[in-house]
T-cell receptor, first 114, second 115 residues
Framework: DTAVSQTPKYLVTQMGNDKSIKCEQN?????MYWYKQDSKKFLKIMFSYNNKELIINETVPNRFSPKSPDKAHLNLHINSLELGDSAVYFC?????????????FGPGTRLTVL | DQQVKQNSPSLSVQEGRISILNCDYT??????FLWYKKYPAEGPTFLISISSIKDKNEDGRFTVFLNKSAKHLSLHIVPSQPGDSAVYFC??????????????FGSGTQLTVLP
């Protein structure tokens, strides 16, 4: 019974295309996140949503648009894909905004832009 | 400008010995530190954490030490087991704007425990 799930696991697409990655958590958490793991392996926060509201929006191109239809889902839509968008994208959730403890991560989506 | 640094990309240790993974940080506003473990094709999973008001936290075979004056923390695993082979990420937390906690991760250290 997966706590945080992401689909698809792998995504290969051409430059200029638009694609979406879906994320769902069944933990009843209020807060969800998107991270990007770049080629240097750093995990960097992209967005944070709390109860469907955008809380953190790091310096991310506006081609990236998160959408939260409800607090159990946080999808990531990417327009006009570029080569530099190739990375592993992780969704995560935590109980709430202020929790100091663990975030629960999904298995990641490896995006390859050709 | 990386605020959390793990300078050793890899570490190999014999089974049964101690593994010591190191992490340095630059932002003095960090007040909570965590270690995550990651197996291939999986997301990171939480391992252990420590508040900045403590200098040590222990959980079974895992102990995290925090040296605030040196802005350094370390994870000790003893005894190391082959199943501990994974990438270990150090992360630091602070309250960002909007009163939300935000994690900043290091680049990870690949630990290999040799049987």
């Amino acid at each position: 019974d997966t706590a945080v799930s992401q689909t698809p696991k792998y995504l290969v697409t051409q430059m200029g295309n638009d694609k979406s990655i879906k994320c769902e958590q069944n933990l009843g958490h209020d807060t969800m996140y998107w991270y990007k793991q770049d080629s240097k392996k750093f995990l960097k926060i992209m967005f944070s949503y709390n109860n469907k509201e955008l809380i953190i929006n790091e310096t991310v191109p506006n081609r990236f648009s998160p959408k939260s239809p409800d607090k159990a889902h946080l999808n990531l839509h990417i327009n006009s894909l570029e080569l530099g968008d190739s990375a592993v994208y992780f969704c995560a959730s935590s109980q709430d905004l202020l929790v100091q403890d663990e975030q629960f991560f999904g298995p990641g989506t490896r995006l390859t832009v050709l | 400008d990386q605020q959390v640094k793990q300078n050793s990309p890899s570490l190999s240790v014999q089974e049964g010995r101690i593994s010591i993974l190191n992490c340095d940080y630059t932002n003095s506003m960090f007040d909570y530190f965590l270690w995550y473990k990651k197996y291939p094709a999986e997301g990171p999973t939480f391992l252990i954490s420590i508040s900045s008001i403590k200098d040590k936290n222990e959980d079974g075979r895992f102990t995290v030490f925090l040296n605030k004056s040196a802005k350094h923390l370390s994870l000790h695993i003893v005894p190391s087991q082959p199943g501990d082979s994974a990438v270990y990420f150090c992360a630091a937390s602070t309250l960002s704007s909007g009163s939300a906690r935000q994690l900043t991760f290091g680049s990870g250290t690949q630990l290999t425990v040799l049987p």
